[in-house]
């Protein structure tokens, strides 16, 4: 996942800045989050949506899902519509890692990559928030 060319655009939304080792849940277990949820919206607009615009490369998200499970694992996965130079490809992206809760949020840190997200644990909802590129990922059960 941090490799050159789209892979470094990518690298860009999961990681994020900040951090706090303050574990939620009763003797630090993980929270009730632990599930498979749906990509519901990027920056509260509905999929497809627009996630990276660089030069001539265009990225829409068009479906994605997020996997948190109880042994503090992750699989977020995105399926991206690349337009470059008039020319459409389809991809799909999978990074894998683990989480950690600190207070009333989460944070996914990504294999092979010294960063994380920062996602925040909403009654019915994940709100996955990346600084890199100001994106925000909205994810339901």
């Known amino acids: ?20 080792d303050n574990p939620t849940g009763a003797g ?21 949506a627009p996630f990276i615009e660089e030069g001539q490369r265009f990225v829409e998200v068009t479906q994605g899902t997020l996997v948190l499970r109880a042994d503090r694992s992750f699989e977020h996965t995105l399926g991206l519509r690349v337009t470059e130079g008039g020319q459409v490809s389809t991809q799909s992206r999978v990074t894998t ?3 950690e809760p600190s207070r009333d949020n989460l ?3 990504p294999e092979g990559c010294g960063c994380s997200d920062l ?12 600084c890199q590129t100001g994106n925000s990922l909205e994810y339901v059960r």
């Open 1 to 20: 996942m941090c490799s050159r060319g789209l892979g470094t655009i990518l690298l860009l939304w999961i990681c994020a800045c900040g951090g706090s």
């Open 28 to 48: 630090g277990d993980p929270p009730s989050v632990v599930g498979t949820y749906q990509l519901r919206s990027v920056n509260d607009g509905d999929l497809p």
């Open 97 to 99: 890692g683990g989480w």
């Open 107 to 109: 944070f996914l840190v």
């Open 119 to 130: 996602v925040a644990v909403l009654v019915d909802r994940l709100v996955l928030d990346e």
